[in-house]
């Protein structure tokens, strides 16, 4: 079963830092795209951030120049450097990625998006 876990949350003050991982695992034939997103209270789910499996980034208005996403193919992990942070950016964080399993019995791969548990980010002063 694949899944993914986010970890590196937590609370911040206004202007600093924190970097977020989100590390896949299970029996994975290959993981395209990679992103994050994130939901505060009474809003709706937002894409931040997406990375190719070649490394292509797009970014949401509201985060570019101040958040940065990254991968590691190796570690089947990847990243969100979030700096300058402001109090609206409080928020639950999830990673998500499209990932190809295999069944070697039929032989045959499935790709399907797979969501990270969540992860809280409070930045207050």
């Known amino acids: 079963q694949v899944q993914l876990v986010e970890s590196g949350g937590g609370l911040v003050q206004p202007g600093g830092s924190l970097r977020l991982s989100c590390a896949a695992s299970?029996?994975?034939?290959?993981?395209?795209?990679m992103a994050w997103y994130r939901q505060a209270p009474g809003k709706q789910r937002e894409l931040l951030a997406d990375?190719?499996?070649?490394?292509?980034?797009n970014y949401a208005d509201s985060v570019k120049g101040r958040f940065t996403i990254s991968r590691d193919n190796a570690k089947s992990t990847v990243y969100l450097q979030m700096s300058s942070l402001r109090p609206e950016d409080t928020a639950v964080y999830y990673c998500?990625?499209?990932?190809?399993?295999?069944?070697?019995?039929?032989?045959?791969?499935?790709?399907?998006?797979?969501w990270g548990q969540g992860t809280q980010v409070t930045v207050s002063s």
């Open positions: 299970g029996i994975i034939f290959r993981i395209y795209a």
């Open positions: 998500s990625a499209d990932i190809a399993t295999m069944s070697y019995k039929t032989m045959t791969s499935t790709t399907s998006k797979y």
């Open positions: 990375i190719t499996e070649g490394g292509s980034t």
